[in-house]
């Protein structure tokens, strides 16, 4: 006579389905889960404690330490407030049903285990009797069983899988919606709010969805669970019914003692694997500077310094996960042969029927499973609190608008051009009126200060330009001129003034505040994005078709005509570039840009996409510095019979005559609260008379 009980060691996942009708007394539920996800579940294992940790370089008010109970209550609201958008969403219909449909499986796949246990009570007595017809019966029923209960197994499986990807993609366009907009990720970054955003997006969203489906499912089929074999243990014998009580939840509290000092080693685990990477990715971005440095040396420093402190930590790690492990598996096993104990002298005494030991076993390791969650799910269970609290805290960030937290802010303003007053007196200097021209900027009593240790670059600058009205800005290094544009493109706001763009009222109307086809900011460093040629050039006006079909923009450009292959070709012809075109395989080739491109040719490109845009107001950080000076003059010649005003920053003489204003900034004295800047006009008409004398 064969009596099939636990296994001895937790079984391969493949059998578990299988183990799991056969009534057998599974391994703990989800252990597969745990097993699985637990590479990719320990790199999001944090707590609030270690976020305060790593958040204390965070320019952010630090709350107060918060008790145990408000600790939970806050994590609750946290996960509310991270889960419940999706399913008030445009896809609510969608998501519910779908998660209506999960549901419904698992309560079938409940409902099918249960009917296992009673059928393997049958099937044992069918043996121990040595009734062979009911016995074929019985293997019978086991496989139509199999047949009919195993297609719901998977379909639940694959149903939350599934749900759990689309809630993912959902939620990955909504936070990244919100990260590009109002130019957040450059705040975050530069302000060094939270550490790795991207990691945020990709590893802990893909983890929540996940997690928070399994752990749903997994508190309603233990709930399930629960109620349907605590019925048939209680009704067999109660005594065993409450030994397991009192064993669970003895084991919880161990388990949590035990674990507790393993959150805060996953948390830091996530972030030194993520140091180690990005300086991977940094090595691989600068690989020709690196090359050029002969740096290779100092790389292999660098990079073996942090990853040896991720190993580190990871040795810890472990050692933590050992040492809870040796207590989960012995609490796991050593109660096993129980229940078949104590029900054993009933069955001798021919109270019960041989089947009904195997049926209190299956029944007892049910229950035990779902009363001991926590114990199983220790793991998980602290890798998910701290996701939620990276997400929370990435998503409270997001959603507050993000602000310098200064009282003095400089104050960025976009009107319709048709308000701009036309003739506007002084810009400090000796201004004349231009009834005739449009007012494009007003910057009026600036006092520009850096972000961080609010050091004041600029002291009451004011200055008006026109339609027509270049602008040069000159300086010494590290006086404040990018740091200008910074504030014009609202980068940066700490000081007082006002700085008011006059724009196309399209543009106010689809409410964002410059359009490429208003205003556009050439970066002292060309940037190339990924992709073809054509996207090299059409960026960041136009987007080309993307992933799905290509995107709308909300900003108005859709409107403006998408320039044609013709259009493409003469104006990199008009920048001489054209030769580029066959050299690099055609418009639609892809290369990585910023490595094949010189420098010079990367800032030829940006000013073939301000030809392309046309903007009104185009803002130049020494987009120039890379060229000749023929090149340089060819390139403000184009863009000036374009028709578009600009301010360039730059350090050569030569750039005056293509400006007729200049802007010269001394670097500020921290002591004094005088003017560092002047404005001289008309240099070229000066400079003409005085040729001309
Ligand atoms: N994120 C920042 N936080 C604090 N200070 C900064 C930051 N970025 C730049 N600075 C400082 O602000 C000052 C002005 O920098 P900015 O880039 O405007 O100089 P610049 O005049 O354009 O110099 P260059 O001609 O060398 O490009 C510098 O002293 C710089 O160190």
């Known amino acids: 006579m064969i009596l099939i009980t636990a296994p001895p060691f937790p079984t391969p996942c493949s059998h578990l389905v299988l183990l799991r009708h056969l009534h057998l007394p599974p391994p703990p539920p989800l252990r597969h889960e745990s097993t699985i996800h637990r590479s990719k579940i320990s790199r999001f294992r944090r707590r609030v404690s270690a976020v305060s940790s790593s958040s204390s370089s965070s320019l952010l008010p630090q709350p107060p330490r918060p008790d145990k109970a408000s600790e939970l209550r806050a994590l609750w609201k946290r996960f509310w407030k991270v889960a419940a958008p999706y399913w008030f969403s445009e896809d609510k219909d969608q998501a519910r049903l779908r998660l209506a449909a999960v549901f419904a499986l698992t309560l079938a796949t409940t409902g099918i285990s249960v009917g296992f246990n009673f059928l393997g009570r049958d099937f044992y007595n069918a043996l121990s009797n040595k009734d062979q017809e009911q016995f074929t019966k019985q293997l019978l029923y086991y496989l139509c069983g199999f047949a009919g209960g195993i297609p719901f197994f998977v379909l639940r499986d694959y149903a939350k899988e599934t749900l759990s990807l689309r809630w993912r993609s959902w939620m990955t366009k909504h936070y990244l919606q919100r990260y ?227 009282m003095d802010e400089i104050e960025l303003t976009y009107q319709s051009a048709e308000r701009s007053s036309l003739p506007v007196d002084s810009n400090g200097s000796s201004v004349q009126s231009r009834p005739q021209n449009q007012k494009l900027l007003e910057i009026e009593e600036l006092t520009l200060q850096t972000p961080t240790n609010r050091t004041t670059l600029l002291h009451n600058l004011t200055a008006y330009i026109y339609d027509k009205d270049h602008l040069l800005i000159m300086g010494p290094s590290g006086s404040g001129k990018t740091s200008l544009l910074r504030a014009m493109a609202g980068l940066w706001r700490s000081g007082k003034g006002r700085i008011t763009f006059y724009l196309n009222p399209q543009t106010l109307e689809n409410s964002v505040k410059t359009s490429p086809g208003d205003v556009l900011f050439l970066p002292q460093r060309p940037y190339m994005v990924l992709g073809t040629l054509r996207q090299q050039l059409l960026y960041p006006a136009w987007t080309t078709t993307t992933m799905d079909g290509g995107s709308e923009r909300d900003d108005g450009m859709d409107e403006l005509k998408k320039p044609t292959t013709d259009d493409l070709m003469r104006t990199l012809k008009n920048v001489r570039l054209g030769h580029i075109v066959d050299r690099f395989g055609g418009l639609d080739s892809f290369h990585e840009w910023s490595s094949v491109l010189s420098l010079g040719e990367q800032q030829r490109l940006a000013f073939a996409r301000l030809l392309l845009c046309q903007p009104k107001l185009a803002l130049l950080d020494e987009s120039t510095s890379a060229l000749d000076e023929a090149n340089e003059a060819h390139l403000y010649q184009q863009i000036q019979s374009a028709g578009i005003t600009y301010i360039s920053i730059g350090h050569r003489q030569t750039l005056t005559k293509f400006h007729n204003k200049i802007l010269h900034i001394s670097t500020a004295d921290p002591k004094s609260i005088e003017r560092n800047w002047r404005i001289t006009e008309d240099v070229n008409a000066r400079e003409d008379s005085l040729l001309n004398q």
């Open 180 to 406: 590009l907009k109002d130019q957040t990720f450059y705040k975050i970054q530069s302000q060094s709010m939270i550490d790795n955003p991207d990691q945020r997006i990709v590893d802990d969203l893909s983890s929540f969805t996940s997690t928070a489906l399994s752990f749903s499912l997994t508190l309603f089929s233990a709930t399930i669970d629960l109620i349907s074999f605590s019925n048939i243990l209680f009704t067999i014998y109660p005594p065993l019914f409450l030994l397991l009580l009192v064993y669970s939840l003895g084991g919880t509290a161990i388990s949590v003692f035990i674990g507790k000092g393993l959150v805060n080693l996953n948390f830091m685990q996530e972030k030194k694997e993520a140091d180690f990477r990005y300086n991977l990715v940094r090595v691989r971005e600068n690989a020709e500077s690196i090359a050029f440095y002969g740096g290779e040396q100092n790389e292999m420093q660098l990079l073996l310094e942090r990853f040896r402190s991720a190993f580190d930590n990871l040795t810890e790690l472990l050692i933590a996960s050992r040492n809870l492990e040796f207590f989960t598996d012995g609490y796991r096993y050593l109660i096993q042969i129980l229940p078949a104990a104590l029900v054993a002298p009933m069955f001798f005494s021919g109270k019960i029927e041989f089947g009904v030991i195997n049926q209190s076993v299956s029944a007892f390791n049910h229950i035990l499973g779902d009363f001991s969650l926590v114990v199983y799910q220790f793991q998980a269970i602290s890798a998910f609190s701290a996701v939620i609290d990276r997400l929370g805290e990435f998503d409270d960030l997001l959603d507050n608008n993000i602000t310098s937290h200064t």
